[in-house]
């Protein structure tokens, strides 16, 4: 049964001395001073804002990596094409033994890259363009096989192109109707609207930036850049800003774990390595975080602040008078 | 009165709801246990500053992010005044932060758990990890390269542990929505229980009092 509370903190003060107290006027002085400070520092220091990447700056700054991306999609050989679970069944998904949450819940947020970020938005591009339509159906027409070898001597041509005008030239070979695929595609995301055709989604109003990121992603230009801005994961990933702002220092412990064994390793320990170090630390952090929550009731850890007397020096006006009376 | 007590002198619940509800505030959250003008005299170091600073500088992060949300998530990038309320926002919250973790390790080091605290303690943690997530929320939401980056690096690890599969880091609708709302509504109600804990429960004594209360 729950005590009144009142009753039960008379009890508990009961001969201790009590000194006058104003908590409003602390509460208000609290709130005066730290947003005066919070307003000075706004003032002079400003925010990172950095401005974001878009298809269009991607395809027109490096039209190269684009267009390998975009060739990658077609092949099923990006990070996307072959990820698994929540995008498609492509891959397996992180796992330690037997758990395996992301494959538990499945393909939610269904995307198939090479259709998403190519095929459908060169459909789209195809109205009233008869080369690219006659293009586009002869890629589908054609066999596996025979895309297969398309993408595969395409790509290798891509690893030695060059950038003329803003087009990619390859060297000349069979690569069937990629180059004019891939020169409208370019085409269209430097104009910008690669940039619409991945959010847009048949609807008008959107939000959704699940396709454009998850394409800009398995590209290297956006990456090149933060890592350029030493934002990238071995240099403590998410906790930084851009500039020389601070970011979410709050999850150093959390980003700390993947700059250590096991999760930076290969091969590991005990099932857990690199390969699945995202769900890892998730559940290592969610099992500190309850041990955090838990502390007043686990031993050891509920001792320490006995055993470690920086108590004494925050309460030293306590602790004060007993030393003098011990020393008389 | 008369309908609260029984003949022999006992008290008696009312059977009207809202008198029951206004006597469990009286019992439970007396106003001067909530708002009270004295305190023991241990209560005078700056450790204690601590928890009303985190308070202030929350207080700041709500003014700041109340007058961003009204004028829209495009409006700072594009506007001297917007980019001032940004940087009010985004420096409240650091200071937010600063000071909520000098709190944790104050309690700690003080074990403010002791003594029958322990559930303000624990909410406390929550309060820490919803902030966290509140944080994190809000960096998916500035609309620049330091949310394209961070969304593309931790949706890997969002989805790694199932969690993606209901909270898409790059679904920047479900993000904000939840960045504006859901979570600070979350952090507002755990940070008024949390004080109304510790103002129902008082301020615990010094570890080892050593003879007892003084």
Do not use: C
């Amino acid at each position: 049964m729950i005590k009144p509370m009142g009753a039960t903190q008379e009890e508990y003060y009961r001969g201790v001395r009590m000194v006058p107290y104003d908590l409003v006027k602390e509460l208000v002085l609290a709130i005066v001073g730290v947003g005066m400070l919070a307003v000075l520092i706004a003032a002079v220091l400003s925010s990172p804002d950095v401005g974001p990447v878009t298809i269009a700056t991607w395809a027109q700054q490096d039209p190269v990596d684009f267009v390998t991306t975009a060739s990658g999609e077609l092949a099923g050989s990006t990070t996307s094409a072959g990820y698994g679970a929540p995008y498609n069944s492509a891959g397996d998904g992180q796992s330690w033994g037997p758990i395996a949450p992301q494959k538990w819940f499945g393909v939610r947020i269904p995307i198939d890259p090479a259709n998403s970020f190519v095929i459908q938005p060169l459909q789209r591009a195809s109205f009233s363009n008869t080369a690219l339509g006659t293009a586009l159906s002869t890629w589908q027409n054609g066999s596996s096989d025979q895309q297969s070898s398309w993408l595969d001597a395409y790509t290798k041509a891509l690893a030695s192109a060059t950038v003329t005008d803003g087009s990619v030239v390859v060297a000349t070979g069979d690569y069937g109707p990629l180059p004019v695929m891939m020169s409208n595609l370019l085409g269209v995301a430097q104009s910008g609207g690669l940039d619409g055709l991945l959010v847009i989604n048949g609807r008008f109003y959107q939000t959704d930036y699940t396709q454009p990121l998850l394409f800009m992603g398995d590209g290297g230009y956006l990456a090149g850049i933060a890592d350029e801005a030493h934002l990238t994961g071995s240099l403590w990933g998410m906790m930084n800003e851009t500039g020389s702002y601070p970011g979410q220092t709050w999850l150093w412990l959390y980003t700390m774990w993947y700059q250590v064994f096991p999760f930076n390793s290969d091969t590991g320990i005990i099932g857990l390595n690199a390969g699945n170090a995202d769900l890892g630390i998730i559940i290592l952090m969610t099992l500190l975080t309850a041990a955090l929550a838990l502390v007043p009731f686990i031993p050891i850890l509920r001792d320490i602040p006995r055993w470690i007397p920086i108590h004494r020096l925050i309460w030293r006006q306590y602790y004060a008078p007993r030393k003098a009376s011990a020393h008389t | 009165m008369a309908a609260t007590s029984s003949v022999r002198g006992a008290p008696e619940k009312p059977a009207s709801w809202t008198l029951r509800l206004r006597h469990a505030f009286d019992r439970h959250l007396p106003m001067d246990h909530l708002l009270p003008d004295r305190q023991p005299y241990y209560v005078g170091s700056w450790v204690y500053v601590f928890g009303v600073v985190t308070i202030a500088a929350l207080a700041w992060v709500v003014v700041s992010g109340v007058v961003l949300s009204f004028m829209g998530p495009q409006w700072w990038h594009d506007s001297r005044v917007g980019l001032f309320f940004n940087s009010l926002h985004f420096w409240s919250v650091q200071l937010f932060f600063f000071f909520m973790v000098l709190h944790l390790w104050g309690q700690y080091f003080m074990a403010g758990w002791r003594q029958g605290r322990a559930a303000t303690w624990m909410i406390g943690v929550v309060i820490f990890g919803i902030s966290v997530l509140t944080a994190f929320t809000g960096y998916l939401s500035q609309q620049n390269f330091a949310s394209q980056f961070i969304a593309i690096n931790a949706k890997d690890a969002m989805n790694g542990a199932g969690i993606g599969a209901f909270f898409n880091v790059l679904n920047f609708g479900q993000m904000y929505g939840l960045h504006v709302m859901l979570l600070p509504i979350g952090v507002t109600i755990l940070v008024v229980i949390h004080i109304v804990l510790v103002r129902t429960r008082g301020v615990v004594k010094p570890i080892d009092p050593e003879g007892g209360a003084r």
